[in-house]
């Protein structure tokens, strides 16, 4: 049994440091949305890019780093976090749909749509740093 949990936590290991980034990178985001749309008056779609580009920083930092290991030079870097950012860009723009979509013509709460819209970023996002940003090719 415990060489099979071993396994299974070596196989998803990136899965899971990136799941840990992603949250220290929801922290991020929440908070800055939360802060400018509930504290300061701030439309919740610019909230929602505020607080999108603060997780994003982040999230470039501790996914080269910790999750994919990635070392790789100084010029390689510039073109992976432009890589990084298009990828966000995407997510960025599904997610400011959908929550739109969500809080104006479902009349869900923002700070629920904001929580769904999450998880849909979290795919997206995974799913273009593992294959597109930080693959070892």
Known sequence: MKKIIQHILKKYN???????VGIINT???F???IFL???????????????YTGGVINSFALNKKWTFNNTNNLKKGYVQFIQFI???IISLIITSSLIKIFVEILYIDVVFSKIIVIFVAQIINF????FLVFSNK
């Open 31 to 33: 908070s800055i949305f």
């Open 86 to 88: 298009f990828i966000n």
């Open 27 to 29: 922290f991020v985001d």
């Open 37 to 51: 749309n509930k504290y300061l008056g701030v439309h919740y779609l610019l909230s929602q890019i505020f607080g």
């Open 14 to 20: 990136t899965f899971y440091k990136f799941s840990i």
């Open 127 to 130: 799913t273009g740093s593992k």
